[in-house]
């Protein structure tokens, strides 16, 4: 065991040999030990996948409802309707799977627009209203189908003209856009689609699911979306939908399949992604990781560790409070003992406890509490200095050890306080951080973990300290890189409804040993407000109490606040774009709790669009300081005693375009774009809350110190001409953490200017010259201390490829693992004859691999309004950049062990993604892709690859990358 501990912190996702143990992708470690013959098998490569032809939002007759005119309580608000109609509001509640119930206000009282529709589930009307309309559905969902002997869930459908593809998948991502389909979904249609997997089960699996086998065999999905119905060789297995499944874990055991042969198998899943409840882009498919799980009949439940630690002051020891719970799959009553060990940072053990599991009888769980672990001097978790700690759980019978967990915690004390803020480990924190969707460009939902590592460095790159996961939870590597990274987390789920209730609980056990965690949040917004089931609310509450009660509940609520409201069922009170004016009047009317802006700053920007007021269609322009300026520091003014803001939002994702209308297809909230380019506002974040901040400061990431200054035009055209002379001139906008700007035009200074408090100098009517502009940074004695120069470009040239991930200039690692699905984020700059970016350029970029096991997975460009395909090999440049996402092919870095299971077990497991043969001992050490352009000149760059997940694999690269973050260009 102790040996595996040196490994455990990186080693790639793979099968767990009999002996020793190896770290799969989320923050609990496990491995069977002893005779258990127990497995945990990647099942991500090799299935087969078409889309149905019912494409488009589901039918929404009104003879669905039964009218109703009344108000019924414990709804939701829907505030993003494309229009305030009935109908449209009936629509809304058609799209959401478990919706029964719509009402929308007709009266003539004078009530808010977000607060015109509301949809849920209500079963009978709460009081008689004329000033309501709505409905009732007389069905509910469709009962669940029996066993499959015609169409792809059975075992004889011809698939063999069917796509092969890996999961993660996102389908919907793929798809064409269209003006016609809805702008919350980015104008992507909705659409269904079947997978189907064949996989060949060896005898001692198919054993393994016999009763008196001593094993158990099951399939963990980390996520399906929307509405999942499985089938094992024709066997109708389970339904998971909507709130159950689509943001949350599940797993589906086959020791009931009866269905289950030694030899070929297939299952089919039927995706129902027609159903949405967002305003957001949101997915559909198999967009999370997969698992074949064998395990002893008797064994720790899947999310059955709870280890809660703490630390208090002077923080002298720490504590460790197992609470764990153990699963009996077998039909007979089983017992045995359990112990869990704390090691440190180091690799010594530091603690332990042990104790007896009773006789737990078969088909039960039973959970154990052992004495509490005292941990002497511990190295304590930060955002400075996230320390880590291990706890390995056993599980031993009378055959010896049967099962076995690896859990990373982590020592610290989260003190919050009405009138001081947060306080963590008893040093004030003021929360720097930022809201985020879970999409990307070309991959959407299926985000991996480097580009998510990428994201989360970008976040510390500009300061941040905080991520609220907007507005579910995510993919359950994300926490373990935060937990690296020191990066705290607000978790949530958005709807107050009571079929998320079981949702929010799966949130809540599977993330509760992640020391990264801060928060768990309930509802967002609309499900917050005056409509909101104060009964429901108490139990979310009581949920998170019952399998945490480590952490404090909120809700980033909008609208009034205070006694009467959902604030009486929150510990720490979250709001959602608070003026100042707000926060102030607000901090009397909540008792003793916290205060935080939990939402805030819906600035909207566009990468170099410099003069949007000169365009023909409608766009947010590259400078959004003065926005940024007047509501970013609305938590910091004066006011200690608010915790702190969550913006909206770091990256820009697909949904929620500007202004809601075509052509835009994503978002332009984001400080980054949505392929992750840097807009201006990165470099206004990093002079505010990096360069801007002490590096004492126990909330600021330990990214070295430095200046920043960054002038926000190109130098490309003028944006007005000066009456009544016609003198062209430009306002130039400067960012800086300087206290003085001198700004030059070809070496002539157009004067120094005193940055304001809120970190840009203006310069407002300045001579328009091509050639070269300079901002100089100065100190208050008139040194010089930073530049940044644009220089008006020539004709396109040629192009210049980078590497954005992995890269150190981003804190992302060096070399790709090669485990068949890490990826690189390559980017392709259109430059003139002397190597300057051509800020103007379209050029049309087309990637390929030249050599090395590598595809290229997708494209972008980050243009909100570009509706060229997102899985393709081509894009157009947008500013002179184009987005190029490459994935390896192969899997050499898994055991060899895995690698001779999956080549027998896996059917279509090299189809798409090929397995190193077990006996190799070398592997490919590089992709070389190229770019090409008509016209230009074309580029090749080389990605280095590795086997060593020890060293290269995303989370030891976290670990070791908390001095660095995304500060690139």
């Known amino acids: 065991v102790f ?167 996102d389908y919907l991502i793929s798809l064409p856009y269209s003006k016609n389909n809805a702008f919350k979904n980015g104008f992507l249609p909705r659409a269904n689609a079947y997978y189907r997997k064949h996989f060949r089960l060896p005898e001692d699996w198919a054993r393994a699911a016999e ?34 499944a689509a943001y949350t874990s ?111 009888a078969g088909g039960s769980l039973q959970t154990v509490s052992l004495p509490n672990i005292t941990v002497n001097a511990p190295s304590l978790w930060s955002v400075q200095h996230p320390s880590l700690y291990t706890v390995i759980t056993t599980l031993t019978t009378d055959s010896g050890a049967v099962d076995t967990r690896n859990t990373t915690i982590g020592f610290r004390d989260l003190t919050w306080s009405h009138e001081g803020g947060l306080f963590v480990n008893g040093k004030h924190v003021k929360i720097r951080g930022m809201c985020d969707h879970n999409d990307f460009t070309a991959v959407g939902m299926a985000v991996t973990e480097r580009i998510n590592l990428f994201r989360v460095q970008s976040l510390r790159g500009i300061g941040g300290n905080g991520w609220r996961m907007s507005h579910n939870p995510y993919r359950n590597t994300l926490y373990d890189t935060m937990d690296r990274l020191g990066v705290l987390i607000w978790d949530e789920t958005r ?36 409509g909101a089931n104060h009964t429901l609310a108490q139990e979310f509450r009581d949920t998170a109490y019952e399998w945490d009660g480590t952490r404090p509940v909120s809700g980033n609520m909008r609208g009034r606040v205070g006694p009467g409201t959902l604030s009486d069922l929150l510990d720490v009170q979250g709001l959602s774009h608070p003026t100042g004016d707000v926060l102030d009047s607000v901090f009397g009317e909540i008792g003793q709790k916290s205060l935080i802006a939990s939402e805030c700053c819906s600035c909207q920007t566009m990468r170099g669009e410099n003069h949007a007021a000169n365009k023909s269609i409608p766009k947010p322009s590259n400078f959004n300081a003065d926005c940024l300026s007047e509501q970013v520091n609305r938590s910091d003014d004066g ?76 130098n490309e055209r003028a944006s007005r001409a000066l009456h009544p002379n016609g003198t062209l001139i430009n306002t130039i906008q400067v960012y800086s953490d300087a206290p003085k700007v001198e700004l030059f035009s070809n070496g002539h200074s157009q004067g120094v200017v005193d940055r304001s408090r809120y970190m840009w100098a203006e310069w407002d009517s300045v001579p328009y010259e091509a050639g070269n502009l ?55 700059t259109v430059v003139d004859a002397g190597g300057h970016t051509v800020p103007l350029s379209t050029n049309n970029v087309t990637f390929e ?36 996402v490459v994935q390896v092919t192969l899997d050499a870095s898994s055991p060899s062990s895995e690698r001779a299971e999956l080549l027998a077990m896996d059917i279509d497991g090299g189809v798409r993604t090929q397995i190193l043969d077990p006996h190799s001992t070398t592997a490919p050490t590089t992709i070389v892709v190229r770019a090409s352009s008509l016209g230009l000149q074309s580029a090749e760059l080389t990605i280095n690859l590795s086997v060593d997940s020890e060293h290269d694999g995303v989370l030891a690269v976290a670990a070791r990358s908390v001095n660095l973050g995304n500060t690139a260009a």
């Open 3 to 169: 040996f595996g501990l040196t490994r455990m912190a990186s080693v790639a996702v793979g099968r767990i040999p009999l002996t020793g143990c190896v770290a799969v992708w989320c923050t609990v470690f496990v491995c069977f030990v002893g005779n258990s013959n127990g497995e945990r098998l990647k099942f991500d490569f090799g299935w087969r996948f078409d889309l149905t032809d019912n494409q488009g939002p589901p039918q929404c007759n009104a003879s669905k409802f039964n009218s109703t005119k009344g108000k019924c309580d414990g709804l939701e608000a829907v505030t993003n309707l494309p229009q305030n109609t009935s109908e449209y509001c009936r629509q809304a509640c058609c799209e959401v799977f478990d919706c029964t119930t719509w009402q929308f206000f007709i009266g003539t009282r004078n009530i808010p627009k977000t607060s015109l529709c509301w949809i849920g589930s209500c079963p009978a009307i709460t009081r008689e209203d004329p000033d309501w309309v709505g409905g009732m559905s007389s069905t509910g969902p469709p009962p669940p189908p029996g066993p499959a002997t015609l169409g792809p869930a059975s075992t004889r459908f011809n698939d063999s003209s069917w796509a092969v593809v890996d999961t993660p998948h």
């Open 250 to 360: 599940f797993t589906i055991p086959l020791d009931t399949a009866h269905g289950l042969v030694s030899g070929d198998n297939v299952i089919a899943i039927h995706v129902d992604g027609s159903y949405g409840t967002e305003h957001w882009y949101s997915g559909a498919g198999l967009y999370r990781h997969i698992w074949l799980v064998r395990a002893p009949t008797l064994h720790l439940a899947e999310t059955g560790v709870f280890v809660p630690s703490f630390t208090t002051p002077p923080f002298a020891t720490g504590t460790v409070a197992p609470k764990l719970t153990v699963q009996n799959d077998a039909a007979s009553t089983e017992g045995g003992s359990i112990s869990c060990t704390v090691v440190g940072p180091d690799g010594a053990a530091v603690g332990h406890a042990q104790g007896a599991v009773p006789s737990v």
């Open 495 to 530: 709807d107050l409804l009571a079929p998320q209730l079981p949702a929010f609980g799966q949130m809540v056990r599977e993330h509760r040993n992640h020391p990264s965690i801060m928060v768990w949040s309930f509802c967002n917004e609309g499900g917050c407000g005056s």
């Open 849 to 884: 691999i030249v050599s090395g096991p590598g595809r290229v997975l997708g494209v972008g460009n980050g243009d909100p309004t570009n509706h060229e395909p997102n899985q393709a090999t081509w894009r157009s440049a947008f500013h002179g950049l184009v987005r190029g």
């Open 639 to 714: 006011r200690p005693n608010v915790v702190g803001s969550m913006v909206w939002t770091l990256f820009d994702y697909y949904g929620e375009p500007y202004q809601h209308v075509w052509p835009h297809v994503t978002s332009s909230y984001g400080s980054f774009d949505v392929a992750g380019f840097p807009k201006a506002a990165v470099w206004w974040y990093r002079a505010l809350w990096l360069f801007g901040i002490e590096t004492t400061d126990a909330g600021r990431p330990p990214i070295a110190q430095d200046h920043t200054v960054r002038i926000v035009q190109d």
């Open 774 to 828: 300079t901002a100089v940074a100065l100190s208050e004695a008139g040194e010089p201390l930073a530049s940044h120069s644009v220089i008006t470009a020539g004709a396109p040239s040629a192009l210049v490829l980078s590497v954005d991930a992995p890269s150190p200039l981003t804190g992302t690692g060096t070399k790709l693992l090669l485990d068949g699905q890490d990826t690189a984020l390559i980017r392709a």
């Open 211 to 244: 009763a008196g086998s001593g094993s158990t065999v099951w399939i963990d999905f980390e996520g399906c979306y929307k509405v999942c119905t499985v089938w094992l060789n024709g066997q109708y297995l389970a339904t998971y939908g909507d709130s159950s």
